[in-house]
Each structure stands twice: as structure tokens, then as C-alpha cells.
């Protein structure tokens, strides 16, 4: 993984394909970092948790069997 | 007019027409590899459908539009979502939930209502969308807990 250090009010910027992502630090407190994030509007951004649950919900769904369908 | 066949494991061999397609372009949350997914009916007169990927021939996932169950969910479609779907307030369109169900308990079957897909109709295009908002879980159970063991 690629590490940066960054202070309040300096960001990052991810290229892809032309398509560029800005990431802000706003604010820090105490274990808390804001980040504000610019991308085209078609570019989804999500919270990691909620992605993984979706990802693990979706392996188990995946391996089920048809002799346990309600009718 | 072109009829395709796919084998796949757990339906033997299925025939679909192009138009019968639906490409995920960016395949099913975990499963990146598979875009392209056919549905197919359960059992006559049951709210199930199966999405089978028609790249992996194991891949399946069992389906149910999640009104069947709960009328009242309708989540508002982030922007991005509707984007990449090429969806507006007229496209015809298709939303179901991902069903889970332990092995052998299916009084504990859940519905992933955190990533519903939805389906634009005219265009063949499907996604798997992700809503943050926290009322919306992920293992939604359908049956309460003690309820009677619904029929299999």
C-alpha cells in the first residue's frame, strides 16, 4: 500500500483513465478525520464497512441450496 | 435471432436470446469476473428468481424483489448509481434483493436490503447498488425468530 503523510487542508489525487479524484483532509480530531472527497458525479464513493458487508453477504448468498427454498 | 447455450451446474444446459442478457458491468459485488447474468424463474408461481452468471457456470445467485416481502422499501438510487445505469424517472426497470438462506434453515433466510441490483429493462444493464444508510441491513431476516419453519 502506498502511505502519504498529509496535514489539514492538503489532499490527494487519484488518476484514472482521465478521470481524476481529489481526496481533502478537513479536519482531525482526535481519532476522527474528515475527508472530503471530489469525483465525477458517476463515480461512486462508499465507506468500506458497508462494502465488505455487501462482499460477505454476496459469498454467502452465492453457496446456497435450491433444497432450501420456501415455497 | 441468435439462441445461446451455457451448462451450468446447477440448471444442467439453458437456452437465452441476446436480448435476454443483463451485463453488469461491473459484476456483483466479490465477483468481478462475471458480468453477464440471465434470470431465470424458481418455480412456477414463486416470488424467486435465480440470476445465473452465463460466464461462470457456478455462479447463482437466488433473488426475490423485495417488495414481496416488505411494500414499503424504496430506496432513493444515488446519483452515481442512476448514471452508470443510464436510468432516469421513466426507464422501466427491476429491483431485487439477494436472497440468503443457511444451509438447512431456511426459517433464517435474510435479504441483503444494503445492496439491492437494479435492473434497467430497456437497456439490458444491471448493478449491484450500494445504500449507506443504516436502516437498510445487509441480513435482513424475513421470518421472525420462533416463527414456524416455513415450508421447503
Given at each position: 500500500?502506498?502511505?502519504?503523510t ?16 481529489e ?6 480530531r482526535?481519532e476522527?478525520v474528515?475527508?472530503g ?27 446456497i ?7 | 435471432?441468435?439462441?445461446?447455450r451455457?451448462?451450468?451446474?446447477r440448471?444442467?444446459e ?11 458491468s ?18 412456477e ?6 440470476m ?8 447463482a ?5 423485495p417488495?414481496h ?5 424504496s430506496p ?9 445505469l ?6 422501466a ?8 438462506i ?7 433466510m ?10 434497467n ?9 450500494v445504500?449507506e444508510?443504516?436502516g437498510?441491513?445487509?441480513?435482513h ?6 416463527a414456524?419453519?416455513p415450508?421447503?
Amino acid at each position: 500500500m502506498l502511505v502519504l503523510t498529509r496535514k489539514v487542508d492538503q489532499s490527494i489525487v487519484i488518476v484514472q483513465d482521465g478521470v481524476v479524484i481529489e481526496v481533502h483532509v478537513l479536519d482531525v480530531r482526535g481519532e476522527q478525520v474528515r475527508l472530503g472527497v471530489k469525483a465525477p458525479k458517476s463515480t461512486p464513493v462508499h465507506r468500506e464497512e458497508i462494502f465488505r458487508q455487501i462482499q460477505a453477504s454476496n459469498q454467502a448468498a452465492s453457496a446456497i441450496n435450491p433444497d432450501d427454498i420456501p415455497e | 435471432m441468435t439462441l445461446n447455450r451455457f451448462t451450468t451446474s446447477r440448471f444442467g444446459e439453458i437456452s437465452f436470446e441476446d436480448a435476454d442478457v443483463v451485463t453488469f458491468s461491473e459484476g456483483v459485488l466479490g465477483f468481478p469476473d462475471s458480468r453477464r447474468y440471465v434470470l431465470i424463474q424458481h418455480r412456477e408461481g414463486s416470488p424467486f428468481r435465480w440470476m445465473q452468471s452465463v460466464d461462470e457456470s457456478g455462479l447463482a445467485f437466488l433473488v426475490v424483489d423485495p417488495a414481496h416481502y416488505l411494500p414499503d422499501f424504496s430506496p432513493e438510487m444515488p446519483v452515481a448509481d442512476a448514471e452508470q445505469l443510464r436510468i432516469d424517472e421513466g426507464t422501466a426497470r427491476l429491483v431485487y434483493t439477494i436472497v440468503t438462506i443457511p444451509p438447512g434453515r431456511a426459517e433464517e433466510m435474510t435479504l441483503n436490503l444494503a445492496g439491492p441490483l437494479v435492473i434497467n429493462c430497456d437497456e439490458g444493464l444491471g448493478r449491484q447498488i450500494v445504500l449507506e444508510d443504516p436502516g437498510y441491513s445487509v441480513r435482513h431476516r424475513v421470518f421472525a425468530e420462533g416463527a414456524a419453519k416455513p415450508a421447503a
